[in-house]
């Protein structure tokens, strides 16, 4: 939609430039009249810009809510794993995603590291490749 208003919008302005080109060569009651003609297309024009930010605005609003949606949903996935975590004492994540099925594994990773950067979980197996990562509630 908003490709057809901005298409619509740029084929008045190309009309309008034309009909100015054109209106050097007409008599007087001919240039009145394409003026009442240049009044009514920038009229036209400006409805048309005014329905354009309309609808930017309308997508940003959307776009806004749907950012928000996403990071409440975040919080909530990491409240969620946060308990698993106090819950069963140490836990790995794959055993954290079994128990919230409905996320990816990669949801419950991205909240694992969200967890670690802000302190409250750190990983307990000592780490290293090939090991299944393990963590629990930060002893700080």
Not at 43 to 55: C, E, G, I, K
Not at 84 to 108: F, L, P, Q, S, V
Not at 125 to 133: E, I, L, P, Q
């Amino acid at each position: 939609m908003l490709e057809l208003l901005t298409k619509l919008l740029l084929e008045m302005q190309g009309g309008e430039s034309k009909k100015r080109e054109d209106g050097e060569n007409l008599s007087d009651s001919q240039s009145t009249n394409e003026t009442t003609e240049d009044k009514t297309t920038n009229s036209s024009s400006q409805a048309a810009l005014r329905l354009l930010d309309l609808v930017i605005k309308e997508k940003e609003s959307r776009l806004r809510a749907k950012r928000e949606k996403q990071r409440q949903e975040e919080a909530e996935l990491r409240r969620l794993v946060l308990s698993c975590i106090r819950e069963n004492g140490k836990i790995g994540w794959k055993d954290i995603a079994h128990m919230t099925d409905e996320n990816t594994a990669e949801d419950i990773k991205r909240a694992i590291r969200a967890l670690r950067r802000k302190g409250l979980i750190e990983r307990v197996d000592g780490g290293g490749k090939g090991v299944s990562a393990v963590y629990d509630i930060c002893s700080r």
